[in-house]
């Protein structure tokens, strides 16, 4: 495998200098600060990610106010306390996307949510106490107990929470084959996560370094050198 600081050093020059990589890296998340965000916080985060998948993230985020109206302040509680006339509604919401499956995994995951946060003494608990170099177990337990939060949606819901969380974008992903990791141009399968995750916990062992700092420099080693003004517009407060 390749030596992390030269693929960092390649970052650096593709983005005017070290000085401007480091501000497109993010502040350093804290896992432990995880388990006080509260359950509908972590719920709103669940739908936005969800409601971002495959659209324009800034039009979600600027009609945002009016999803927190539509679905109750995504408590989850009082959401699961609504009939399906209330969620049949949504369905021509003007407030919102109006994508019936979307709107559905809101329901579900208010539930998900709740079973989770009885049995941890809150959601947010739950993940501050994962362990931070088993995200793939993390991803695979979200994918399979929670609703349409598998794959990339997944990974960018633990980033926004300000878990440390890795992003297997395709340009993470050739950051990685380019480095010499014998991984699927589209990684996908366990044994490619598998070994995904060993290596980031390689590097973060190496270099000290969180994982999404690492993550965020891979995918900037490589492809399309977008501007890093490009970059934090892309990014926004995250």
């Not at 990589?21 to 993010?26: E, I, K, P, Q, S």
């Amino acid at each position: 495998m390749a030596d992390f600081q030269k693929i960092r050093l390649r970052a650096a020059k593709r983005k005017g200098g070290e000085a401007e990589l480091a501000t497109l890296l993010g502040p350093v998340p804290d896992n432990a600060a995880v388990a006080d965000i509260p359950d509908d916080r972590i719920l709103s985060t669940m739908a936005e990610r969800i409601f971002a998948a495959g659209f324009v993230w800034r039009v979600i985020e600027q009609k945002w106010p009016g999803f927190e109206e539509a679905f109750l302040r995504f408590e989850p509680k009082r959401l699961l306390f609504q009939p399906d006339d209330f969620w049949h509604d949504l369905a021509s919401d003007q407030r919102i996307v109006r994508n019936p499956q979307k709107i559905k995994s809101v329901r579900d995951n208010a539930a998900f949510v709740e079973r989770v946060s009885k049995e941890h003494g809150g959601f947010g608990e739950f993940l501050a106490n994962w362990p931070a170099g088993d995200q793939v177990g993390l991803m695979a337990y979200l994918g399979k107990h929670g609703s349409r939060l598998g794959g990339n949606t997944g990974q960018y819901f633990l980033r926004w929470l300000g878990w440390d969380a890795f992003v297997i974008s395709a340009d993470m992903a050739a950051a990685l084959r380019d480095a010499g990791l014998d991984i699927a141009e589209s990684p996908t399968s366990k044994k490619d996560l598998d070994k995904i995750q060993a290596q980031i916990n390689q590097w973060v062992a190496d270099t000290g370094l969180p994982r999404r700092h690492i993550s965020r420099i891979l995918a900037m080693s490589i492809g399309e050198n977008h501007s890093p003004q490009s970059l934090r517009e892309y990014m926004g407060d995250d």
